[in-house]
């Protein structure tokens, strides 16, 4: 099952990247690829995702606040993001619109993972639309190869739903928040 899964995701990797028009199309045709890329691509990852919540019972629920100080780690072994750390301020959180700082959490170093961000007073954000961190289907905290498995499940999935969707990215990007949600937080000290 997991070589499947693997197969599909090269090819939607193909996909995304043989999906570029040339500078010699015109700009109705460079349109029409990219919306049909995008969006189909996006689509077939939805439809190949189980149920989210299998992913959320093998991840640790985060603290619902943090210290304002944004320590490089919480209770039970949360660690700073690198790509969104609150030290790196405003440099950082692309991704997460809205977010101060983001930790990751993973029982293993391959697998399902959590990410949860925090706003600028450490108070869990739950909102997709407004900066909150994900569960992913493979963490980015093992070695390259691991992250390359991150890459593939987590991040080109996003991008195709989220960011080069050229309309109705609302709706494609809200079909990779049903699949890849922020999670819900547990109130209990976060050091």
Not at 130 to 156: S, W, Y
Request: net charge negative; aromatic share 10%.
């Amino acid at each position: 099952m997991r070589s499947i899964t693997y197969t599909l995701l090269v090819l939607l990797v193909v996909t995304i990247i043989n999906g570029f028009p040339s500078a010699d199309d015109n700009m109705e045709s460079y349109k029409d690829v990219m919306l049909n890329r995008d969006v189909g691509s996006c689509l077939a990852w939805y439809a190949l995702q189980g149920n989210p919540q299998k992913l959320l019972d093998e991840t640790l629920p985060p603290p619902c606040n943090c210290p304002a100080s944004f320590p490089p780690t919480l209770i039970d072994g949360w660690t700073t993001d690198p790509e969104c750390d609150a030290a790196k301020q405003p440099n950082t959180c692309d991704l997460h619109k809205g977010a101060y700082g983001c930790y990751r959490y993973a029982f293993k170093s391959t697998g399902p993972g959590a990410q949860a961000c925090y706003d600028k007073n450490g108070k869990f954000i739950s909102d997709p639309w407004k900066g909150a961190g994900t569960v992913d289907a493979e963490t980015p905290l093992g070695d390259i190869i691991q992250q390359g498995e991150h890459f593939l499940c987590d991040v080109v999935p996003y991008y195709s739903c989220c960011k080069l969707t050229l309309f109705g990215q609302r709706f494609t990007c809200g079909l990779y928040y049903e699949k890849r949600p922020p999670g819900q937080c547990v109130d209990k000290p976060a050091i």
